[in-house]
């Protein structure tokens, strides 16, 4: 039988400028000016090169023979990874023997006793089982919690998809992996890391003990002076405050002066002490009511330097943004709104969790940070659950992984923007230097 022609499909020219990025920055990251210890540029340019070429057809036809025969096991191997991936695990087969129950004696067929829900699979306790045994009654590691966790780390998309469409009997919720995941994060930075506390309240103690420039003692001893001459009931002493006041006015209006000049920065705290007048009236009111006082000081406690909470916030922005980046006008959604949030609940244990594993290797923990994993593992995870998730292409998944960033940029901007244009509106400013 004869061999079909080999023809070669032409390059496109996007393919050809993203080789050449990857190529310079590649470039730039082995040079030793650039004191990187990763060679992530130079991984993507030769993966991205490889997944050209085959499907571009640029290798010579006798090399790509070689290749494939040299890389069929292992095509082999992935593609039986690949479709363990999408299924997950398969339920167990259904017994139609009929069995009695040890625990109520009712006799069923199956692999449950229909009526009290044991297992009919009871064996003996033995010493050579005391391992698993062990495992599973104290730590429950055959527990949902375990094996999300463990489907987080090879198949997070499928899962995903899985639990939105409904098999979530093997699955803990989302929104309760996220503050488990949190704990369990914090409690490995403290056994890994035991001076992060000390850490932080150093920190809190130098930022306390930070010199005031010389204008900002001026003002302070201004608004002190004034706050005396308020209390006093004594014409004189209140003259003479005035007087002590007007000087210092002076020195003040003179070294900003000479700041201007020589080119400090001025800060206007015109739209800080706005915000901070609209936040304390904001407080005032609610404290008016007894019921809502309590809630506000509840959600002050718990929200303050509480991990989880801050990482909740986070989930309908990125619900939001990812919803419109895969949105297709000619086809319905396939998620709505509460779904994107689980997931984007999912995503966030999954970066909790590669955070918790990164840890002890580190041997630091950033616990101020959101993430412990920088911001480019992020966005390859994200790449790769969308991937999983919506079964799309890599290339797909990388555009509209970038245009759910893009899209998270723009509605923090469009908050801030609507925020001051609150702020001036409550307050009735509109001369706000920004």
Known sequence: ??????TKKRIHVLQIFWLLSLLFLSYYELTPLSEADTFLFPLLFLMSLFYIARRRRILPLAWHDALVRWLHPLTVRFRAFHIWQIRGNVAPALNGKPCTCKNCGDTFTGNFCPRCGQSRNTPRYVLKGIVGNVLRTVFRVDGKFAHTLLELLYRPGHMMRDFIRGRRVNYTLPLPMVFLMTAFYMLTAQLIVPEIRERKGEKVEEASEAPLTK?????????????IKTDSDNPIGQKNLEISIREIEKELAKVERQDSIAGTPQPDDNLVNTSISF????????????????VWSLMKRWGHGNKAF??????????????????????????NLMEHIFIQAYIAAQILLISTLVVPFNGTAHVD??????????????????????????????????????????????????GVLLLCLVEGTTNLNL
């Open 369 to 418: 940070d959101l993430y412990e994993v920088p911001e480019w593992i992020i966005f390859l995870l994200f790449w790769w659950d969308y991937r999983q998730l919506y079964l799309c292409t890599w290339w797909r998944s990388f555009w509209k992984t970038l245009l759910m960033f893009g899209y998270c940029l723009l509605m923090v901007i469009c908050l801030a923007t609507a």
């Open 215 to 227: 204008a900002e003692g001026l003002r302070r001893a201004i608004r002190g002076l004034e706050e």
């Open 1 to 6: 039988m004869n061999r079909a022609p080999h």
């Open 310 to 335: 801050h990482i909740l916030l986070t989930l309908p922005l990125l619900a939001i943004a990812t919803r419109w980046a895969f949105y297709r006008r000619k086809k319905p959604a396939e998620y």
């Open 279 to 294: 936040f304390k009236k904001v407080e005032t009111a609610i404290e008016g009511v007894p019921f809502l006082s309590n």
